[in-house]
T-cell receptor
Framework: DAGVTQSPTHLIKTRGQQVTLRCSPK?????VSWYQQALGQGPQFIFQ???????QRGNFPDRFSGHQFPNYSSELNVNALLLGDSALYLC?????????????FGPGTRLTVL | AQSVTQPDIHITVSEGASLELRCNYS??????LFWYVQSPGQGLQLLLK??????LVQGIKGFEAEFKRSQSSFNLRKPSVHWSDAAEYFC????????????FGAGTTVTVRA
């Protein structure tokens, strides 16, 4: 089992561009959450997907959007990139019905906005 | 609003010495409580969690944590640290429901000296 995988590992963009990050959940998991971790900070919850729908959302602007596919993989899209969007983006997966059994995190995608 | 405070940004400890990392939270009701560890280039790994019951929780890698309701604290301890324990540690809280939406502290970086 590969666990949670994310691609790409690193990404460099310029202000105003758009970016798509990808996440494959751990086998058997049906829920994917995305977190933003700025340098020196703890992860901040962006949103969560279940059954291809956004189930919960944190305090992030509409520039951040996502998608979940029938195979449970997920994408995070960020439009009109700002310098402040530079961060490590973490994906986490779990089985929703397991009620916090364990949420597994991927290694993250490091996004740099110039 | 919920918040998690980790008062110590950086702790240096000698190999073989004991370690204690502090965590205080502010929440409307007793939340679920977690400690995660993050090594460079790695995702977050769950060390332990508290849902209910015995307030002293045992985790992986020899870690334990104690929940103190009166102090709104969930401090992490290890009796004897190993060089491999050098990492960043995050305390997190989540609501008492199966939604996996976590709020994290800013983290404590642990350095282990020989």
């Amino acid at each position: 089992d590969a666990g949670v995988t994310q691609s790409p590992t690193h990404l460099i963009k310029t202000r105003g561009q758009q970016v798509t990050l990808r996440c494959s959940p751990k086998s058997g998991h049906d829920t994917v959450s995305w977190y933003q971790q700025a340098l020196g900070q703890g992860p901040q919850f962006i949103f969560q997907y279940y059954e291809e729908e956004e189930r919960q959302r944190g305090n992030f602007p509409d520039r951040f959007s996502g998608h979940q596919f029938p195979n449970y993989s997920s994408e995070l899209n960020v439009n009109a990139l700002l310098l402040g969007d530079s961060a490590l983006y973490l994906c986490a997966s779990a089985v929703l019905a397991d009620s916090y059994n364990e949420q597994f995190f991927g290694p993250g995608t490091r996004l740099t906005v110039l | 609003a919920q918040s998690v405070t980790q008062p110590d940004i950086h702790i240096t400890v000698s190999e073989g010495a004991s370690l204690e990392l502090r965590c205080n939270y502010s929440y409307g009701a007793t939340p679920y409580l977690f400690w995660y560890v993050q090594s460079p280039g790695q995702g977050l790994q769950l060390l332990l969690k508290y849902f209910s019951g015995d307030t002293l929780v045992q985790g992986i890698k020899g870690f334990e944590a104690e929940f103190k309701r009166s102090q709104s604290s969930f401090n992490l301890r290890k009796p004897s640290v190993h060089w491999s324990d050098a990492a960043e540690y995050f305390c997190a809280v989540g609501p008492r429901s199966n939604d996996y939406k976590l709020s994290f502290g800013a983290g404590t970086t642990v350095t282990v000296r020989a």
